[in-house]
């Protein structure tokens, strides 16, 4: 069982880089979400998606691009780094969010770094 | 405000004791609410789900109290591998979970 794999584990960008975080699960989930989690915080969610061709903003979407073209991957790009972006990145993805208690399922989450 | 408190701690705890956490929320519409634990550099993993009526898994109970806006964890006969950081998380209407900064719990020999 793969669950949400998320890569890469790690990474180190320039200011002004782009890059794209990727997420993938093989569970059939209808709902994946971004987070990103800095010290002192909680998890802030970044973007989300309910379905396949259905994304939205979450709490600071701000620099990050979603897109989600199929039921199993829904990656995150980032369109021009900056130092504020350095955070860690949680992908994560649930059955569905008609379920009321429904569980949020994990990647293992990528440390980035820009410089 | 935040829409999630917790106080950060940590919890500094001896082997077997019982220790409770508290988290309080801000929405009075929130509809669900959970507990997840996370380890030191590892992702969030689900610990329980928060029911009205209080429920418990083991040596975990988790409580809500919908008037006063608060949800709290107890931790009986406590052991070294629940050293942890336990995140309380509450479901918005909007597609949205709220997470907590969560609480550092570690537990001593």
């Known amino acids: 069982n793969a669950g949400v794999t998320q890569t890469p584990k790690f990474q180190v960008l320039k200011t002004g880089q782009s890059m794209t975080l990727q997420c993938a699960q093989d569970m059939n989930h209808e709902y994946m979400s971004w987070y990103r989690q800095d010290p002192g915080m909680g998890l802030r969610l970044i973007h989300y998606?309910?379905?396949?061709?259905?994304?939205d903003q979450g709490e600071v979407p701000n620099g990050y691009n979603v897109s989600r073209s199929t039921t199993e991957d829904f990656p995150l790009r980032l369109l021009s780094a900056a130092p504020s972006q350095t955070s860690v990145y949680f992908c994560?993805?649930?059955?569905?969010?008609?379920?009321?208690?429904?569980?949020?399922?994990f990647g293992q989450g990528t440390r980035l770094t820009v410089v | 405000r935040k829409e999630v408190e917790q106080d950060p701690g940590p919890f500094n705890v001896p082997e077997g004791a019982t220790v409770a956490f508290n988290c309080t929320y801000s929405?009075?519409?929130?509809?669900?609410f959970f507990w997840y634990r996370q380890d030191c550099r590892k992702e969030p993993k689900l610990l329980m789900s928060?029911?009205?009526?209080?429920n418990e898994d083991g040596r975990f109970t988790a409580q809500l109290n919908r008037a006063s806006q608060y949800i709290s964890l107890l931790i009986r006969d406590s052991k070294l591998s629940d050293s942890a950081t336990y995140l309380c998380v509450v479901r918005k209407s909007n597609y949205q979970l709220i997470w907590g900064a969560g609480t550092k719990l570690i537990i001593k020999p």
């Open positions: 928060v029911y009205s009526s209080g």
């Open positions: 998606s309910v379905g396949a061709g259905i994304t």
């Open positions: 929405n009075s519409a929130s509809q669900s």
């Open positions: 994560a993805s649930s059955y569905s969010w008609t379920v009321m208690n429904t569980e949020a399922f």
